[in-house]
């Protein structure tokens, strides 16, 4: 299967992918990517719900009949792992070419 | 303060209640055309609007809620309203309800394609009617063969003058009722573009994240 139609994905999505490896509704979400970014990807209500609508749309995540019936549970689909791990591949190789041009990762990176 | 207007572009609405912020009038609730406002505001007030529809109450339920739980209180609004107006009263929380660009520019796209979507349900009833033969432009020639009163080009006077004024309404509706469907495409497809060149505006702006 072809993935390279998502990639790259914005950091947002990113974020929000690695977020919904454990279940949770938006406002959940929001501040796991918020504590995930070290407080520095901060997703607001409107921007959050359009993103969650469109990932869904996309079948990268999909939506849990469970738990809280009034607030909609989201979880990452297989489909949104694959994406996943294919732009941890694209994003370490992007790192190894810059280490080898003497680029390291330093101590107290903030991202 | 209660107050009655009507807003035909959403844009406009926007622009005025943040105007009677800055007054120092405070939207507290509305509902439709009426808008209700208290005198004093607080200063950390902060009033945004999104755009969306909801296919079901839950749906609906689960949007309000999420912004609910982010410090956004709903004040305006429908499930079927489009226009939705937020509230933000704790200063710890983001001023925004968009953290980036993109999002904040689809609403106006959301906005946009809704008068679009008017234009393009109205374009089939006038192929209609252009096909039936209902469009009369030698009405715009000849509009005394709109008349059927007989005789009625011979009277003079009062007699002629009671005569016409009282045909007139009926003969503009023979003549030119059509004219309705091509004036609203206008008009709808007016508020498209606009709502479309704001879009392209801001989604042409730096993005935040």
Redesign the interface.
């Known amino acids: 299967m072809n993935l390279d139609k998502y990639l790259p994905l914005?950091?947002?999505t990113l974020y929000i992918l690695l977020s919904l490896n454990e279940p949770g509704?938006?406002?959940i979400v929001?501040q796991k990517v918020e504590e995930l970014s070290n407080g520095k990807?901060?997703?607001?209500?409107?921007?959050?719900?359009?993103?969650l609508e469109n990932l869904t749309k996309q079948n990268l995540i999909s939506i849990l009949d469970v738990g809280d019936k009034?607030?909609?549970v989201y979880q990452i689909t297989e489909l949104g792992k694959m994406v996943l791990q294919q732009e941890t591949n694209r994003l370490a190789h992007i790192v190894s070419v810059a280490e080898k041009y003497g680029y390291k990762i330093t101590e107290g990176s903030d991202c | 303060m209660k107050i009655r207007k009507y807003f035909m572009d959403p844009v406009k609405e926007e622009k005025w209640i943040n105007q009677m912020l800055k007054e120092g009038k405070e939207l507290v609730y509305s509902t439709g055309c009426t808008y209700y406002f208290i005198e004093e505001s607080n200063p950390y007030v902060i009033i945004?609007s999104?755009y969306?529809y909801f296919k079901s109450q839950?749906d609906f339920?689960?949007?309000l809620?999420?912004?609910e739980?982010?410090g956004?209180m709903h004040i305006k609004g429908t499930k079927y309203s489009g226009v939705q107006y937020?509230k933000k009263t704790n200063c710890a929380e983001?001023d925004?309800?968009?953290?980036?660009a993109p999002?904040?520019a689809?609403?106006y796209k959301r906005m946009a394609d809704m008068w679009l979507t008017l234009v393009l349900a109205y374009i089939p009833i006038t192929i209609v009617f252009i096909n039936n033969g209902y469009i009369n432009l030698r009405a715009f020639l000849y509009p005394q063969e709109l008349y059927y009163t007989p005789g009625l080009w011979d009277m003079t006077g009062t007699k002629f003058w009671k005569a016409f004024m009282f045909e007139t309404p009926f003969a503009v509706g023979r003549g030119f009722s059509w004219l309705i469907f091509p004036v609203i495409i206008l008009f709808y497809g007016y508020f498209y573009f606009k709502l479309h060149r704001v879009y392209k505006r801001e989604n042409h702006t730096k993005s935040v994240?």
């Open positions: 914005t950091e947002t509704h938006g406002y929001m990807v901060r997703i607001a209500a409107g921007t959050m719900y359009g993103a009034r607030r909609k | 945004k999104d969306r839950n339920l689960d949007y809620l999420m912004f739980d982010s956004w937020f983001a925004d309800i968009f953290s980036d999002s904040k689809a609403k994240i």
